[in-house]
C-alpha cells in the first residue's frame, strides 16, 4: 500500500508561481511510477507530468511544458510539481498518483492517488 499527501496549492495571481509537494508512505517510493494529474470542473482527469523514475526522465503535457517542473526526492519520499507562469486555464484540482500504468499519461494503471489540490489562478 501507498499512501500519497499532496500540499502546497492555493489562489494565486495569474504569472505567478506554485510548488505542489505530493508525500508518499508505506511501499517503496523508488518502485512506481509517479505522475500530477489535474482536473477542472465539468472535465475529465488529465495528465499534467510524471517521473517514471526516481532519477530520469520526465515527461510533460504539451499544455504546461516550459512552465511546469515535476521532481522528486527519494531521501524524503517526496514528490514536487513546481509551477511557474500560471495562467487562469490551469485552475484545477491537482493530483499525485503513483503506480506502474503501461501508459504513462493515462490515469489507468496508477493505483494510488492523493485526495487533491486546489489551485486557482486568478485573472
Known amino acids: 500500500q501507498v499512501q500519497l499527501v499532496e500540499s502546497g496549492g492555493g489562489l494565486v495571481q495569474a504569472g505567478g508561481s506554485l510548488r505542489l509537494s505530493c508525500a508518499a508512505s508505506?511501499?517503496?517510493?523508488?518502485?512506481?511510477?509517479m505522475g500530477w494529474f489535474r482536473q477542472a470542473p465539468g472535465k475529465e482527469r488529465e495528465f499534467v507530468a510524471v517521473m517514471p523514475r526516481s532519477i530520469g526522465p520526465t515527461y510533460y503535457a504539451d499544455s504546461v511544458k516550459g512552465r511546469f517542473t515535476i521532481s522528486r526526492d527519494g531521501a524524503k519520499n517526496t514528490m514536487y510539481l513546481q509551477m511557474n507562469s500560471l495562467k487562469p486555464e490551469d485552475t484545477a484540482v491537482y493530483y499525485c498518483?503513483?503506480?506502474?500504468?503501461?501508459?504513462?499519461?493515462?490515469?489507468?494503471?496508477?493505483?494510488?492517488w492523493g485526495q487533491g489540490t486546489q489551485v486557482t489562478v486568478s485573472s
Open positions: 498518483a503513483a503506480g506502474s500504468p503501461i501508459l504513462l499519461k493515462n490515469t489507468a494503471g496508477y493505483n494510488y
Open positions: 508505506g511501499r517503496t517510493f523508488s518502485s512506481y511510477a
